[in-house]
């Protein structure tokens, strides 16, 4: 079997979904941490990914693959077993949407942690409109994005299950708070429920502390 | 049974042109709807009730939504013919990258020279050449992104040679002058009756924007 390799970075919510997949699929991998890939990175990543710079990095057979959910779509056509997407076509661009929803609206779920006073009493608000959407449209009755059975949806909304209490905590202010998303808080118990996720998670305390740090850096960026 | 499929689109969406090269990459029949994006028909809220966008495929009553997802269930649903992607998984990865790349970058820059003034405007000159150029590097001495033959990133980038004089013109320079490569596999693409036939004259796209904007 041809090697298969992971370049990435432990606090990446982006690799986090390779690592789900390729666990989930039972795929052997060498897993390569980039030490400093926000201020540092390596030749290795420069090499690999001269486009973005960015990790997830995948590589198989020494051949790159970049961005998350390209890996993603790779590796569920190049190991089938425990598949990520159904067999109907447009169950299959439901999934696809819902998935690019998530890459587009991230930066707005995001804002709460970047921001203070005000500006995060309007970012909680917006990052509140959009999970409304997703949780009534996205996944509406189902157990999962995918139905009864996880899939490429859910490993794209994934970081909110494993990482939004975290996030919260770091920021001061609660999104999602008690009883206001009853299906989203249901969905986020049933994925961490997964054993191959409830595996992987990452360090509680070292993430509150990546996070709180990264706050940091974000306020006084617009501060300046 | 035979397949109901319509298409609710803007004749001058580089998004849209897409979904049509696909179709008629693949021979289907459709019934084509112009959306006026100033009164959006109640079919299209209906269909795209989350984005309230075009271009939205309609397959037997089933809306499909976001242009590349559409050419990519175009190209699931009707594989006996005209394969829009590779077969090879890997290929078909970096495919995928690249028309990603496509979305992701290129119309964000080129709109960014039509909404913006001084040295807002100059920055995005710059991040647009500089896009241009990664893609120029790509396409390399290939005659398609797809390799020997037309496919999936030409299919993603091609339709926004139909701006190029809109881009060109806000601009204030040559798209030519400084990717001469791009410009010549435009051309290329267009020697294919499938483009030449979905891209709308350069100039009408220009007179649209300039109503838009109200001038």
Redesign the interface.
């Known amino acids: 079997m041809e090697e298969v390799k992971l370049l990435g970075s432990w606090p990446s919510p982006f690799v986090h979904r390779v690592i789900w997949a390729l666990k989930l699929k039972g795929i052997k991998y060498e897993y390569v941490e980039e030490e400093d890939v926000l201020y540092n990175k390596s030749e290795m990543l420069l090499k690999y990914n001269p486009v973005h710079k960015k990790v997830p990095v995948f590589i198989h057979g020494g051949k790159p693959i970049a961005e998350s959910i390209v890996i993603l779509e790779y590796i569920e056509e190049t190991w089938p077993q425990n598949p990520l997407l159904p067999d109907d076509p447009h169950e299959r661009a439901e999934a696809r949407f819902w998935t690019k929803f998530e890459e587009d609206k991230i930066q707005k779920i995001f804002g709460f942690l970047m921001t203070a006073g005000e500006k995060q009493v309007a970012a909680t608000k917006e990052a509140q409109e959009v999970l409304r959407i997703v949780e009534e449209h996205g996944l509406g009755e189902k157990k999962f994005f995918g139905g009864n059975n996880m899939g490429l949806a859910d490993i794209a909304f994934g970081w909110i299950a494993t990482s939004m209490e975290i996030l919260e905590q770091a920021a001061g202010v609660k999104v999602l708070e008690a009883n206001t998303f009853p299906r989203l808080k249901a969905w986020i118990q049933n994925f961490n429920e997964i054993p191959v996720i409830k595996e992987s998670l990452p360090d509680r305390n070292a993430l509150l502390t990546y996070y709180k740090a990264r706050r940091v850096v974000f306020l006084s960026a617009a501060a300046s | 049974m035979a397949d109901e499929v319509v298409l609710l689109d803007l004749w001058a969406s580089m998004f849209g042109m897409r979904v049509r090269i696909a179709l008629a990459e693949k021979g289907i029949k459709y019934e084509y709807k112009e959306e006026d994006l100033k009164n959006k028909s109640p079919l299209l809220l209906q269909m795209n009730?989350?984005h309230k966008k075009i271009p939205v495929l309609i397959?037997n009553g089933?809306p499909?939504?976001?242009s590349l997802?559409?050419v990519?269930?175009i190209d699931?649903?009707w594989k006996d013919k005209s394969p829009l992607l590779p077969s090879h998984?890997?290929q078909?990865?970096?495919a995928?990258?690249w028309a990603?790349?496509v979305d992701k970058k290129v119309y964000d820059v080129s709109r960014k020279l039509w909404t913006t003034k001084g040295e807002e405007k100059e920055a995005a000159k710059k991040e647009f050449f500089e896009t241009y150029k990664?893609l120029e590097g790509e396409l390399g001495d290939k005659p398609y992104f797809g390799g020997e033959t037309f496919g999936y990133v030409d299919l993603a980038f091609v339709t926004f040679y139909s701006w190029f004089y809109v881009v060109e013109t806000f601009g204030e320079f040559s798209i030519e002058a400084e990717c001469p490569k791009i410009i010549a596999w435009a051309k290329r693409c267009l020697q294919k009756e499938t483009v030449a036939k979905t891209l709308p004259d350069q100039k009408k796209v220009y007179e649209f924007i300039r109503q838009m904007r109200g001038e």
């Open positions: 009730p989350i397959h089933k499909v939504c976001e997802i559409i990519q269930y699931e649903v998984p890997y078909r990865a970096q995928r990258f990603d790349f990664i």
